[in-house]
């Protein structure tokens, strides 16, 4: 299938962009060295800039804290011996927590592409250039920048918003912004790659409707922003609409297959809104390595990894799947005695040993005909927004602030969900109804994290309740909870949830806000102050 390939030039636009960063998430360009001046000269040209923007600068964020902070700091999976991961299960995050400032660097990061090329694009592109060519590239550009802000203003609220990397040389000192402007900065992005992107392009590039996708989604979020018990409604509607014309007008249909979702040979299909374009052999920190830190057994990634033995579900994620929702299931997480014939197939297959991570694991290079695929670079274009996520926010929003709804619409978009899932359909939807289904349809994918977020922005009493019940011990006996891993006897159909010796620090509403890195706040003092307006 057809792809965004990383090549020479490609590289090289790579090379001077990455130039252009240091390791803190200011990345001040340098004051001498490579420019864009020789390069900005064609739609072609545009074309290789804002393909570098969908897979390195995304690395750290995609190597443990996409699953670490999505999925095991909601209690979908637990990893028991990784001291920060710990952190994230157990709520006693630190600023000192290395993927914490993994995953800061890394949007910051991504905003620092984006930046240096808006501006180059706006100071560089010769008017030979078509006027289309540097708005859909500006679109693309925007739209990922946005997605890297509402990643910052769920996890860390009030933040930076960083326009032109080049003023930090003069001012290196920036403070952090009132939150409702974060998200009007968001929704602006948003809008102009509505605007301004395609319906149709290149398998994995963004078009409007990932765009409209995400903007229903942003709408969805801020519509509990600064609220008590209910959200906005002007939100909601914006949430509908958006998602609705995605629903609606698009054209865009389901993958049939669930489990085909996260094979490679289904890389960038049409359920695909925004997908990270990893490529093969790229060498450590540049590609995909979920694979290889999570997949349980070395015969199942190419050079050896294969170290998440220890990682697996939680028996509270394992119990919200009914024995008719197998698909989804066995696509997300392996039971003992599972079989996967598409893993390690020229042995045979893979038999599952344990309870652990499937989602993400797609098998060697042999697997998946790919022969430069290292341990560190799995071909899996992991999705970031697919149009099922839209259905449930489309749902979502329909069903808005009422405590249910049978709202044609919404149960058409939500059942089909379900109906891919080879499970029935419900007659009637609720605010618990949604959020289950979410969390069942995109475990592992680093969803369930942002959800409780967005439900703790308008409800905080239920989102540290959903917490507080996964931290409570239902067997005194062995300490068991919710919140723990659990063995499986394949002849019985029993699981066992093991013993539990972490201390779980008390859900609050600070929970849901994560501490700024200790170095960033060491550099930058103005962190730590009140944030300010940017409007």
Known sequence: MKRIKINIALLVISIIMISSCKKDYLNRPPLTGITTDNFYKSGSDLRLATATLYAQPWAGWNNFPLLGIGDIMSGNMLQPYNADLVQFTSFSITPQNSYLAQSWTSFYDVVAHCNINIKAINTKMPDSVAVKSKTGALGEIKFIRATSYFYLAQLWGAVPIIEDNDKLIANPLVPRHKLTDVYKFIINDLRYAVANLPKTDQPGRVTTWSAQGMLAKVYLTRAGLGQNGSRNQSDLDSAAYYAGSVCNTSG????????????????????????????????????????????????????????????????????????????????????????????????????????????????????????????????????????????????????????????????????????????????????????????????????????????????????????????????????????????????????????????????????????????????????????????
């Not at 374009?277 to 990634?301: D, H």
């Not at 005194?476 to 972490?502: C, E, H, V, W």
């Open 252 to 535: 865009l249909t389901l993958l049939p297959s669930y489990y085909n979702l996260f094979r490679t040979q289904f890389n960038d299909n049409p359920e695909s809104l925004f997908a990270f374009q990893w490529a093969p052999g790229v060498g450590y920190g540049q590609g995909n390595a979920i694979q290889t830190q999570f997949a349980p057994s070395s015969s199942l990634v190419t050079g050896g990894g294969g170290w998440g033995g220890a990682i697996g579900p939680t028996i509270d994620l394992a119990n919200q799947y009914t024995t008719q929702d197998s698909v989804r299931r066995k696509a997300t997480f392996m039971l003992t005695g599972d079989k996967y014939p598409e893993l390690n197939a020229a042995g045979g297959g893979y038999t599952a040993t344990g309870v652990n991570v499937k989602k993400h694991v797609v098998g060697t290079a042999a697997d998946n005909n790919s022969p430069t695929m290292d341990l560190w670079s799995s071909i899996e274009h992991n999705a970031v927004l697919r149009l099922a996520d839209v259905y449930l926010i489309y749902a979502e929003a329909l069903l808005g602030n009422n405590a249910s709804t049978t709202n044609a619409i919404a149960l058409q978009y939500f059942n089909a969900v379900r109906t891919r899932a080879g499970v029935d359909k419900v007659t009637m939807l609720t605010p618990d109804v949604i959020m289950n289904e979410r969390r069942i349809e995109l475990a592992f994918e680093g969803q369930y994290w942002f959800d409780l977020v967005r439900l703790s922005y308008y409800n905080p009493q239920k989102a540290i309740s959903i917490i507080r019940v996964q931290i409570t011990p239902t067997n005194s006996q062995n300490n068991s909870m919710p919140r723990t891993q659990f063995s499986y006897d394949p002849a019985t159909g029993i699981k066992t949830p093991a013993a539990n010796s972490l201390i779980f620090t008390p859900p609050s509403i600070n929970t849901f806000t994560l501490p700024i890195p200790a170095n960033d706040q060491t550099a930058d003092p103005k962190l730590l102050e009140a944030p300010v307006p940017y409007y």
